[in-house]
Structure formats: structure tokens, C-alpha cells
């Protein structure tokens, strides 16, 4: 199978290159990060966020990776197999691979038991604070006890630990240097998806013992060690990171450039310029850019605009249950507000988001809509029905080209009306304040950012909501999230893995792991019975749905009972998926493309062309992409 697999491959590309003959590859790559999203940590164990697992993915293996159609392909194992239905999960490892540093040299080899210590680090409190262990928390035998055993731990002693313990309580076994077994706590048959995920990636324990504990947390490029296919060999914060080709690397099939460099700016449209002169190999466009070149045909790039793939990203409004002043103390108005089921469903309902859309993707802004949590083709039932059409069964939505087919300005006018009732006699005075915060350098964000003021503004009137745009400096994080001053956020999500708990799990109430209640709606710390008893019973069913381990159909529905819960509720509310216009050197159907796991921006076998490719390219690709999909 994989080999006629790899002769379609080769055959979609020699078709591709029809429209483009003899185009040059591209063999030293420049692309581009803003300054927003600069890394924060090179521990790829410790990460969450695209900004650095999109660089990180090309720096570090683990066990599975993913092909151009979401397909799991060989990582770090060579193969991989369950005997009992998805309970014990058994992942043999390549020989001969080598952990190098920063400049290429050999430290190591990488063994089974390098994926020890990383899990190691990902389940102990003290060392990673709960980043990414919710997923083998949920899974894995014992995992769930190790995290709860050392948050009880002093620090120091947590800090300490090594896998004596960790392998009493956990259900990872390295059987050899070669062979990796997992044990579930209950039949998983999706569970290899998490093979292409960082909470299991693996991490030398001998780069832990030359660090420390202390020293593995603040690791930077150069003292981290590489088994990927590049290296990053040069890192100046907010100018440019360089990735260099590994020359160690195990696999020699496969085709990489010599460099890869990632030049920050302050904006896409300083990007835009430098794709202009040259500088950069690609550049997504915003609106006014966008807006420019299609409505000039004489433009020099009219010809080469093409509309990109969707990211496997679902973007949603994620609304904070326990908002602070800048002084510190709760945001009384905000808090109360927020809590009031009238006064979310007035945004659910009475916000047309046309407009914003139209920031993302400004010739077909509808494309972009989104009326779910969980994001497309992550899983189908057995009948082939996508899960998230399931969702939209239960809701009663389905998108439309035409219009914004959430928006019933009837029923928001209806929401608002109640709202303003309820929370007038609770001593709520109108209109409500609210802070929205955007980095103050990046002009496409706050530009965005008063297309939504002005949608707030046309749909539901300064009557009763005032947006105010607000500025942080470099840390979203550190300025805005950690002392709580924001009234909501929109961001967005990625699955880990193939199965909706990974989107779902993230919301739940009363857990550490749930990343999105714990980092930004804080709805632990929310007061309001009403509020709390809504997120207990769409946690109680997200629960319910996850205990299902033997028919996937029957989990499949019973999930999306609970999301149908969760929005209907507006507890979180969907709002798009990216799907934006480019002008590039790449064809993006010959990258990894799957809908969970961090594979999807690794740098190796892309087809390129330093002309770049033109429209007519592009529907080229995604026509031989779909036949050979067939």
C-alpha cells in the first residue's frame, strides 16, 4: 500500500509540474513569524503553541508522523501495533539514531527509554506545570496519579525525581533499547494518533543530567539537543531564526532545503513588502493587500494570488468568567455580565461577523465561518459522516455562501433586551466595558480589531457594549493573561490527536488539564451557581462521551451532544477557520496536511518554485490532490 501510495504521489507531482515546467526549486527557504508570536520556549515538552511547535516539529522526531493526506507514517518507530483492541499499544524504534547539538555534533543515541524521561517531564507538576498532560493523563495507566503524586510533592523533591517511581506508577514500559509499550486504561484504538504529538516526544536523559531540572526548563537553541531533520542554528530574538539541515539525519529519502530562515516582522504588511523585493519565498495577505492585487489585473501578482488550504486551527471567542481591573481587583460589571446566559446568546445571535471575516479571507469571507468548537475532518462515524456535521445536525446551522447564517438579529435584539433586564436588577449599569487586547506594534491586529469594535458597535449597539481596544507590549501571557485584564480572547485550538476530547477536554470545569478554562476563561474561579451548574453538566457529558472506548460511532455522537451543549449554551462561542489568500514558492498540497498533531509544518518534501506559482498552479494541485485522494 505504501509504495502504490508513493507512485501516486510521484505521478500527482509530475502533473503539477505541467503548468509549471522546468520551475527551480527553492533549496534555502525564507519565510516569516510577527513579532507577536515570537517563541517563548524551545522545550518543545512544555509548549502549546503553534509560534514555537511550528518550528520546534522541524527540530525534534517523535514517534509517528503524518503525509500530505493526514495518513500516520513511521517516525522514530518504524512500525507500531495493538493486539488487544487498543489497550496496550507496542511502538518499535529505528536503530542508529543520533541526538546531536545545535552545530551538529553527536551526543547520543536515541532510545525507548529517552521517551521515558520526556513523559517523565511532561506528567511531573513541578517540571512542566501541566503543560500537555492532559491527554496521556486521560490515557495512560497511572499517569493521572504520577502528576497528582508530585503536585503534593515539595518542589525541590519533585524536581529531583527520576523514573524509579515514574515506572512503579505509569503504564510505559521500554522493554529494550528498541521497544517501546504503552498501556491504556481502557481499549484506545485511536491512541497511536497521539504518536505525532510532543507529550510524547522524547527527551535524552543525559541533556536532562548535563542541565538539570532548572536548566531544561530555560533551554535555548543552542543547548538543546536535535534528532529532526534540521537543526535551528542561529536564533536573534524578534529578527530571524535559521534552521540548517541535519546531516545526521536517520531518514535519507526524504527531501529538505538547506536552510530554512524565519525573519520576524511587526506586521504582514511588512512581510508583503519583503516578499515584493524578494526577501521572502511567501507571504499571506491581509485584507488591504488582498484587496489591491484582485482588484488590479494588471497587478504583477494578480496571477499568482491563491486562496491557501484551511489550517487545521478552529478559532473560537473565548469569553473570561473572572476579569480583573488594572488595579487588581475583579471587574464586577464584566463578571456579573459574562455570567448571564441572556448575554451571551445576545453575541451567539445577534453578531454578524461578515466583516471580521472578511479580515481573513476578503474575497470569500463566508468560507471562513465556523459554528463549531471542534474543527473539520478530525474523525467521521462509520458511515462517513464528518463529526462536526453531527454537531451541526444538533444545533440546526449549516453554512451558507450567501450569508452569515448564525445571525438572527430578531432573537439578539430578544437576548439583549432580557440581558439588560436581568442585570440591571442585579445593579449592572449599561453599557458593559469590555478590553480586548491586541499587541500595540502589530497594525494588521489592531486594525482587525476595530473591524470587530465596529461590529460590536452596528450589531448590538454602545447602548449596551462598549469594546475597548487595548495594547499590550511583547507577552500576551505575561502582560495581559497572567494578571487576568482581558474581557475575552479569540484564539484558536488544534487537536493533538484524532478524537474530539482533545477540542472538548479543553473546556471541562474543575480539571488542570482543561488548558482553555485554566488559562483564559478561568471558570474555576467564577462565583455564579447558574454559570458553574451549566459548565458541571457540559463537563458530566464530555465525561460521559470519553468513557465510550468500544464503539467509536457511539462516542462520536455522544460528543457532540456535549459541544451542541456547549454552544448552545455560548459558554465558548465559534467564530472561523483560517483560510486565507497567499502569494508563495509552495505548493501547499505536497506539505503535511492532517487535522490533529504538530507534523503539519514540517519542512521536508515541499514542492517548490522561486517564481512562484500562479493561480492557475494552484487549482492544478488541488484537482490531482482530490483524484489521487480518491
Known amino acids: 500500500m505504501k509504495r502504490i501510495f508513493a507512485l501516486l504521489l510521484t505521478l500527482a507531482m509530475m502533473l503539477s509540474l505541467a503548468g509549471t515546467a522546468f520551475a527551480e526549486p527553492i533549496t534555502d527557504f525564507v519565510t516569516y513569524q510577527t513579532t507577536a508570536n515570537e517563541m517563548e520556549t524551545f522545550n518543545i515538552l512544555y509548549s502549546q503553541y503553534a509560534k514555537e511547535l511550528d518550528v520546534l516539529t522541524n527540530c525534534i522526531d517523535g514517534l509517528l508522523s503524518n503525509d500530505n493526506y493526514g495518513n500516520l507514517v513511521p517516525g522514530l518507530a518504524e512500525t ?56 496521556p493523563s486521560e490515557m495512560l495507566v497511572g499517569a493521572q496519579e504520577y502528576f497528582d503524586y508530585t503536585k503534593e510533592l515539595p518542589e525541590a523533591d519533585a524536581l529531583a525525581l527520576g523514573l524509579e517511581k515514574f515506572q512503579e506508577m505509569v503504564g510505559i514500559k521500554a522493554v529494550d533499547d528498541y521497544t517501546l509499550v504503552f498501556t491504556c486504561k481502557a481499549p484506545m484504538p485511536y491512541f497511536a494518533t497521539l504518536g505525532s504529538y510532543n507529550c510524547l516526544y522524547p527527551v535524552s536523559g543525559k541533556l536532562l543530567a548535563e542541565l538539570g531540572a532548572e536548566g531544561m526548563k530555560a533551554v535555548s537553541y543552542d543547548t538543546l539537543w536535535y534528532n529532526g531533520p534540521y537543526t535551528m542554528t542561529t536564533y536573534v530574538q524578534n529578527n530571524e531564526k535559521v534552521l540548517t539541515k541535519n546531516p545526521t539525519y536517520w531518514n535519507k529519502d526524504i527531501q529538505t532545503f538547506n536552510t530554512v530562515t524565519v525573519k520576524m516582522v511587526d506586521s504582514v504588511d511588512i512581510a508583503f513588502q519583503m516578499y515584493q523585493t524578494g526577501e521572502l519565498d511567501n507571504v499571506t495577505l491581509n485584507e488591504a493587500n488582498l484587496q489591491t492585487i484582485y482588484r488590479s489585473p494588471s497587478h504583477e ?48 445571535y445577534g453578531m454578524d461577523f461578515t466583516n471580521y471575516l472578511g479580515r481573513i479571507n476578503a474575497i470569500n469571507p463566508l468560507n471562513c465561518t465556523n459554528y463549531c468548537y471542534t474543527a473539520a475532518n478530525l474523525v467521521a462515524t462509520s458511515d462517513g459522516k464528518d463529526y462536526v456535521q453531527h454537531v451541526m ?161 457511539a ?39 492532517a487535522a490533529y498533531g504538530i507534523q503539519n509544518n514540517r519542512y521536508i518534501n515541499w514542492e517548490t518554485n522561486k517564481q512562484g506559482y500562479t493561480t492557475e498552479d494552484y487549482v492544478n494541485f488541488a484537482k490531482v490532490y482530490e483524484e489521487n485522494r480518491k
Open 80 to 135: 507500531w501495533e495493538t493486539l488487544d483492541g487498543g489497550l496496550t499499544w507496542t511502538f518499535n524504534l529505528r536503530k542508529g539514531v543520533k541526538w546531536v547539538d545545535y552545530q551538529a555534533n553527536e551526543k547520543a543515541e536515541v532510545v525507548a527509554e529517552d521517551f521515558l524521561w520526556g513523559l517523565e517531564w511532561v506528567l511531573n507538576e513541578k517540571k512542566n506545570l501541566a503543560a500537555n498532560m492532559s491527554m
Open 301 to 348: 501578482f494578480h496571477n499568482h494570488l491563491n486562496e491557501a488550504r484551511p489550517t487545521k486551527y478552529s478559532y473560537q471567542i473565548h469569553l473570561v468568567y473572572d476579569k480583573k481591573l488594572e488595579d487588581g481587583s475583579p471587574d464586577v460589571a464584566w463578571n456579573t455580565a459574562i455570567a448571564n446566559e441572556a448575554f451571551r446568546l445576545s453575541w451567539y
Open 393 to 553: 445536525d444538533l444545533i440546526g446551522l449549516q453554512p451558507s455562501s450567501e450569508t452569515y447564517t448564525r445571525f438572527d438579529a430578531e432573537k439578539g435584539a430578544a437576548y439583549k433586551q432580557q440581558a439588560m433586564e436581568e442585570l440591571s436588577a442585579k445593579g449592572v449599569t449599561f453599557p458593559i466595558q469590555m478590553d480586548y487586547y491586541v499587541q500595540g506594534s502589530n497594525q494588521s491586529a489592531l486594525d482587525t480589531a476595530q473591524v470587530l469594535k465596529q461590529t460590536f458597535i452596528d450589531c448590538l449597539g454602545e447602548d449596551y457594549v462598549v469594546m475597548n481596544i487595548k495594547t499590550f507590549v511583547n507577552s500576551l501571557i505575561k502582560e495581559v493573561r497572567a494578571p487576568q485584564l482581558a474581557s475575552f480572547y479569540i484564539n484558536g485550538w488544534g487537536a493533538d490527536y484524532g478524537d474530539p476530547i482533545n477540542y472538548l477536554g479543553q473546556e471541562t470545569y474543575g480539571k488542570d488539564n482543561a488548558f482553555y478554562s485554566s488559562a483564559y476563561s478561568k471558570i474555576d474561579l467564577a462565583t455564579d451557581e447558574d454559570l458553574i451548574a451549566q459548565y458541571k453538566e457540559f463537563t458530566a457529558l464530555v465525561d460521559a462521551a470519553a468513557a465510550i472506548n468500544d464503539d467509536l460511532d
Open 555 to 593: 462516542r462520536y455522537k455522544a460528543f457532540a451532544v456535549a459541544e451542541a451543549y456547549m454552544i448552545e449554551h455560548a459558554l465558548v462561542i465559534p467564530l472561523y477557520v483560517n483560510i486565507s489568500w497567499q502569494l508563495t514558492g509552495v505548493n501547499d498540497y505536497s506539505k503535511i496536511f
